[in-house]
């Protein structure tokens, strides 16, 4: 029977958490690399944390505190102990034996590059290397540490989905059921976007899948699943990119011939052509990251039929510069050349609003069906 390994971290996606705080994956994720090494400094006095952590955080540390009000001496010294400590705490355990091994055939065995070796060699036996040296060095430290020990880390995604499934159903009801439940559950889903990539991953896919493209054309002036998109966004700035790029997947991706996906089709791009082309989605759509609108068009411009070219249209037309304008304008009309649609050939509507029923410039999604089944480019 194995026995129950105890850490620090109180579970996974803690730890996961952390994760993201030390390597953001989009610039536009708030810099919480501080917090994560005060978090990190409490675990460690709560028990053992593995060394690839706690090198990290010494790096992590030693990168934040190099600024220009830093004395002269303790940006090298922070730098050479943080690096001492990294190479230190991984070579070390491969030396133990009757025949100690050499650090460097130690480093080779655990794949760590032998410059780490001579580096930790001169900064440990004479003076500190140069800042310019020991900044490089830090960066590829942190670099290896991801390869070799952080993207190893797994999230129990089913556990992730269960608990997003469990808090939508019940944020779902509100004015139905107990307001101290479905605030508990709005506090479960601001956890859950905190987390990793890929919780966020599973949250706006869930969302996508499951809770936008059922929703009918309604009053929705405060729809409850906008609000708390809306409060997911100003936690995590980088969950309205996710939340997209959800969208034009579940858009552009085929569905199954046993399946009639022209209605949720029809839902998904209003809600993509809402989202990234109204007025009050502007602050988050200024904090995506660069390119990020280009991205979307260029995606949907891959998977061309009536609805995702309509779309296009519509984003080009309220989203892009002039210039950049007659550019995309080519590409549609290449787009265009495939299809028989005439459909395609209509006048373009206003700009899409909220998709609200009751508004006079929402968008209809029955204006936007069609039969035709999304299929990549080339494929007959």
């Known amino acids: 029977m194995s026995q ?107 794949h760590l590059p032998a410059s780490f070796v001579d580096l930790r060699h001169d900064a440990t036996h004479g003076p500190p290397p140069s800042l310019a040296v020991l900044r490089v060095a830090a960066k590829d430290a942190l670099a290896w540490l991801w390869d070799h020990y952080w993207r190893g880390l797994t999230v129990h995604l089913d556990r992730v989905r269960q608990r997003i499934l469990a808090a939508l159903t019940l944020y779902g009801r509100r004015g139905q059921e107990n307001d101290i439940d479905t605030t508990k559950a709005s506090e479960e889903l601001l956890r859950i976007v905190q987390g990793s990539s890929e919780t966020c991953t599973c949250l706006a896919s869930r969302l996508v899948e499951h ?13 409850p699943v906008e609000t708390l998109i809306r409060d997911l966004t100003t936690h995590r700035p980088a969950f ?81 510069e002039a210039d950049a304008q007659e550019l995309w304008g080519d590409a549609i009309a290449l787009a265009k050349l495939d299809q028989s649609d005439p459909m395609l050939q209509c006048e373009n509507g206003e700009d899409a609003g909220p998709p609200h029923e009751d508004d006079e410039n929402d968008v209809d999604p029955t204006s936007l069906e069609s039969a035709w089944t999304p299929k990549p480019i080339g494929v007959v």
């Open 211 to 223: 809770n936008l493209k059922s929703m009918k054309p309604a009053n929705r002036t405060s729809s």
């Open 4 to 110: 129950a390994k105890v850490t620090p971290w109180r579970d996974q996606a803690e730890l996961l958490q952390i994760r993201s705080h030390f390597y953001p994956t989009s610039e536009s994720d708030v810099d919480d690399r501080i917090h994560a090494v005060h978090v990190v400094n409490a675990w460690s006095i709560r028990g053992s944390v593995p060394h690839e952590v706690e090198s990290t955080a010494a790096l992590t540390a030693a990168i934040l505190n190099d600024d220009d009000d830093c004395l002269p001496y303790c940006a090298e010294f922070a730098y050479s102990g943080a690096i001492c400590l990294f190479v230190t705490r991984l070579v070390d355990p491969g030396r133990k034996g009757i025949y100690v091994k050499s650090m460097y055939g130690a480093a080779e065995r655990v």
């Open 240 to 320: 309205f990119s996710t939340l997209v790029s959800a969208l034009i997947s579940q858009l552009t991706t085929a569905p199954s011939p046993l399946e009639d996906a022209t209605p949720h089709r029809a839902t998904t791009s209003v809600w993509l052509v809402y989202l990234l082309t109204h007025p009050s989605w502007v602050a988050q759509r200024y904090a995506a990251p660069p390119g990020f609108f280009d991205h979307a068009i260029a995606t949907c411009l891959m998977s061309p039929d009536t609805l995702t070219v309509k779309v296009v249209e519509r984003l080009v037309e309220s989203g892009v």
